[in-house]
């Protein structure tokens, strides 16, 4: 089974912290992707990337960078943290680029900025 | 402008009372349909890929079907434990590099035992 992880599952920060949110898949997929999730809103995509050092923007990438150094890490990275990024971010993985498959997700951090 | 809806909102249903969950979608072509299951506070479960219409996926007490326009999630004597709110996702043709995968908002799904 493909496993996803995130590196915590609550975070609590201040407002102008600078927050590393850190995804790992173990099945030598290509494609990876971070989302937040906000109620009424959907899951809108952020950053997704599909190859080591690629990176493509998403929908909302605003306040947002991303970091793939190793095939297997996907790292999203909040510069200076906002009271409006307070939601629950998901990672996900799928194999191929290009081709139509699916994506697995990881558990999701909820992230409060105060 | 690509579009993925999904009707109804939320669905409350007895155990037992079979019913189905619609997803109907707008895309300039479509690559894929994805149905997810996702519990509180957790990520999305994998269920289904349908890739052309006429295509049905099952799975337990779920099945999946697929037209042109539309996908139907028709659950079958649903127990409690299938509780759950369930998302739709298109993989549509883009220009880009990489097919877009929209969401659909869900729809939240209770059995009452």
């Known amino acids: 089974d493909v496993k996803v992880t995130q590196s915590s599952r609550y975070l609590v920060k201040r407002t102008g912290e600078k927050v590393f949110l850190e995804c790992v898949q173990d099945?030598?997929?290509?494609?990876m992707f971070w989302y937040r999730q906000d109620p009424g809103l959907g899951l809108r995509l952020i950053y997704f990337?599909?190859?080591?050092?690629?990176?493509e923007k998403g929908d909302i990438p605003e306040g947002y960078s991303v970091s793939r150094e190793k095939k297997e890490r996907f790292s999203l990275i909040l510069e200076s943290a906002s009271t409006n990024q307070t939601s629950m971010y998901l990672c996900?993985?799928?194999?191929?680029?290009?081709?139509?498959?699916?994506?697995?997700f990881g558990p999701g951090t909820r992230l409060t900025v105060l | 402008e690509d579009q993925v809806t999904q009707s109804p909102e939320a669905l409350r249903l007895q155990e037992g009372e079979s019913s189905s969950l619609n997803c109907s979608y707008t895309?300039?072509?479509?690559?894929?349909l994805f149905w997810y299951r996702q519990d509180p506070g957790k990520g999305p479960e994998f269920l289904f890929t349908?890739?052309?219409a006429g295509e049905e996926k099952e799975k337990e007490r779920l099945k999946a079907t697929l037209t042109k326009k539309e996908s139907f999630l028709h659950i079958t004597a649903p127990k409690p434990e299938d509780s759950a709110t369930y998302l739709c996702?298109?993989?549509?043709?883009?220009?880009?590099?990489?097919?877009?995968?929209?969401f659909g908002p869900g729809t939240s799904l209770s059995v009452i035992p």
């Open positions: 996900a993985s799928s194999l191929y680029r290009g081709s139509y498959n699916e994506q697995f």
């Open positions: 996702a298109v993989q549509a043709l883009s220009q880009t590099s990489y097919d877009k995968v929209i």
């Open positions: 990337s599909y190859d080591v050092k690629m990176k």
């Open positions: 099945m030598d997929h290509e494609n």
């Open positions: 895309v300039s072509g479509l690559r894929g």
């Open positions: 349908l890739y052309s």
